[in-house]
């Protein structure tokens, strides 16, 4: 015979309250709501209504899952995950979507974490072994751990990806403020005189040219790039050149990304041919000052 699904109330005598009900379809409702979509639906019209989640073992903990509407941390129709035991929000989701974990309960931003207890405020991607931390004599920083077991570590790198052709596209780095390089005296060693100079700039071949992205497209028409080719600089500034192996495997467009400058050292070198060529200057200057005088005698 088959089953006879009847609708079941348990009642608050004092106030006649249904606690409990149990419909035809077999969904349950709780705390004196009406039945949802869902199996099991809780509530209470008392400003925040939740389900509890007790371990009563050793190292057990308890947790609610709860949304709110005119009271509490999640107010305003919020929802996420409270740890009694801990006095603190784990997690909580606003009606615009954002999330905060760890203690965020009021935020304007899609993620939010503002507690110590995730690797020291980390966010942590831990596949990638990188983490957007203030690990850095406690300044924002991106820290990237040293796990070569997924591949290079010495370099951080910002690339556009899927644009508008669907190729690879270059992505400019905007900051409001001056970009500063660590130049401690105590980090280095065997430090010597630049061997490059005059010479060397010359050799140098400045040049204009449209960048490509990887379907060989130029990026933008209205505006070129002023710098160096990395292979003719290779040839008179080794140091300045870095070159991937692993990267030399041009696509069927003949485009690739193998080799990346050193600015620094372009630098140095200019620099250094600016006091070899004053050197010059103050040479001949006093050769100029020795005939001049010889003259008027």
């Known amino acids: 015979m088959p089953a006879i699904l009847k609708t079941t109330q348990i009642i608050e005598p004092s106030s006649s309250t249904v606690n409990l009900l149990l419909d035809s379809s077999g969904k349950v409702a709780i705390g004196g709501v009406t039945p949802g979509q869902q199996f099991l639906t809780v509530g209470t019209g008392n400003g925040e209504s939740g389900i509890v989640i007790r371990e009563t073992s050793t190292n057990g903990r308890t947790y609610e899952i709860i949304t709110g509407g005119t009271a509490g941390s999640f107010s305003g129709g919020a929802f996420g ?22 203690g965020s309960t ?4 899609k993620l939010d ?32 751990e040293n796990d070569t ?5 010495s370099e951080f790198r910002i690339h556009g990806s899927g644009g508008a052709s669907g190729g690879d596209f270059s992505v400019n780095l905007r900051i409001d403020g001056s970009s500063v390089f660590t ?20 050799k140098l071949k400045p040049i204009l040219y449209d960048r490509l992205n990887s379907r060989g497209e130029i990026e933008n028409k209205d505006k070129k790039v002023a710098g160096f080719i990395a292979q003719e600089v290779n040839q008179v ?27 620094d ?33």
């Open 237 to 263: 500034l080794p140091e300045a050149v870095s070159y991937y192996p692993d990267e030399d495997k041009p696509n069927e467009k003949g485009w690739a990304r193998a080799y990346s400058l050193n600015m």
């Open 183 to 202: 130049s401690d005296a105590r980090i280095k060693t065997n430090v010597e005189s630049i061997p490059y100079g005059i010479d060397e700039v010359l």
């Open 106 to 109: 009021n935020s304007s931003y």
């Open 265 to 297: 050292t372009i630098l140095a070198t200019a620099i250094k041919a600016i006091q070899d060529q004053q050197l010059i200057i103050e040479s001949l200057k006093r050769r100029i000052e020795t005939l001049e005088s010889n003259s008027k005698v």
């Open 81 to 102: 995950i409270y740890d009694r035991t801990a006095g603190a929000v784990r997690l909580l989701i606003d009606a615009n979507g954002n999330i905060g974990l760890q």
């Open 113 to 144: 974490l503002i507690s110590s207890a995730i690797r020291h405020g980390d966010l942590y991607h831990n596949n990638q072994k990188v983490a957007y931390n203030r690990g850095w004599d406690n300044y924002p920083s991106i820290t990237v």
């Open 149 to 153: 077991t997924i591949g290079p570590c």
